[in-house]
């Protein structure tokens, strides 16, 4: 029985010809029946795809052939199934684009990227020297490098957490002078697999945060590492079918039920077809009509005018 798998990576190198980088990727999930979604742009590749067990390997094994390739950092997680045809449950459909940023964070002439990966980023820290970073560094501060809604189902504890919806919303939090207060302290950026800190870390030392340092492979590392004996707490969103994965099987739910106000680690989308909010749900009330505050409200109205 083939076995499902599912492959998160990025790599920061300058790729010449996004186009062609576009169709040979495609091609090749083609070829090995991958589904998932891969950005490419003239900095790098970021990539999160899913498939049979021995289509991954082929997959990782000719990828890395590239020589600017070699030594990404390739995670791997169990996939939830395989449909007749041997395609990945966890993905609708297979997606290659070129894009001006491999992450969303609206600032592609900021980021400067040589084969060695982004230029005037943080300090890579690995997850089993973090308790020695904050030994030597006892004011040391958890910047959450994700957006709001995956905070709360799973972060470090006592984390700064900007108010974040998208990634584009980090350079206005950046600047606008409420963590002002923190730019001569050392700070370490965390994010699920590494690459938005990548980014964050850079721009938060071109806006003057003068010691910063990212946690290498970011939470999902780590928590491979640790599980939950370490500091992380809760579960971890990913952007799958899967929503929410846990590394250990006794996670704590620290995050609350929009709708019944109990312990909760899994999300739902907001009900209205044109609305892209998640909202954190218990497994009790994941089959109920679930509306963010707008559309809740526009709800409300439309029931009290029948």
């Not at 990727?25 to 090995?32: I, P, V």
């Not at 030594?71 to 045809?85: A, V």
């Not at 980023?121 to 690995?126: F, I, M, P, R």
Request: aromatic share 8%; proline share 4%.
């Amino acid at each position: 029985m083939a076995m499902p798998r599912i492959l998160l990576f990025y790599k920061f190198t300058p790729i010449k010809d996004p186009q062609a980088m576009m169709l040979w990727q495609k091609a090749l999930c083609q070829e090995l029946k991958l589904r998932g979604r891969i950005l490419i742009s003239e900095d790098g590749i970021n990539a999160t795809v899913g498939g049979s067990l021995e289509a991954c390997k082929q997959y990782a094994k000719r990828f890395k052939e590239y020589p600017q390739f070699r030594g990404t950092d390739i995670k791997w997680s169990e996939g939830t199934g395989l449909d007749s045809d041997g395609y990945s449950l966890d993905f609708p459909k297979l997606s290659v684009k070129v894009r001006k940023e491999i992450v969303g964070f609206g600032a592609p002439g900021e980021l400067k990227v040589n084969r060695d990966g982004v230029v005037g980023g943080g300090t890579h820290v690995k997850p089993e020297d973090l308790e020695q970073l904050i030994s030597d560094n006892p004011d040391l501060v958890f910047f959450d490098g994700r957006n709001k809604i995956e905070w709360e189902i799973g972060r470090f504890e006592n984390a700064i957490v900007p108010n974040t919806h998208t990634s584009h919303d980090f350079i206005s939090e950046l600047e606008s002078g409420k963590f002002d207060d923190i730019k001569d302290k050392p700070i370490l950026t965390y994010c699920t697999g590494g690459i938005r800190c990548e980014i964050l870390s850079a721009m938060m030392k071109n806006r003057g945060f003068e010691n910063v340092y990212q946690l290498d492979g970011g939470i999902v590392r780590y928590a491979e590492r640790f599980g939950n004996e370490g500091r992380w707490q809760g579960s971890l969103t990913v952007f799958d079918k899967r929503e929410v994965i846990d590394y250990d099987p006794e996670a704590r739910k620290i995050g609350t039920c929009h709708h019944c106000g109990g312990p909760a680690n899994r999300l739902h989308n907001c009900n209205d077809l044109q609305c892209r909010t998640r909202l954190v749900t218990c497994e009790n009330c994941m089959d109920l009509p679930a509306y963010c505050e707008d559309h809740a409200q526009e709800e409300a109205v439309g029931t009290d005018s029948l």
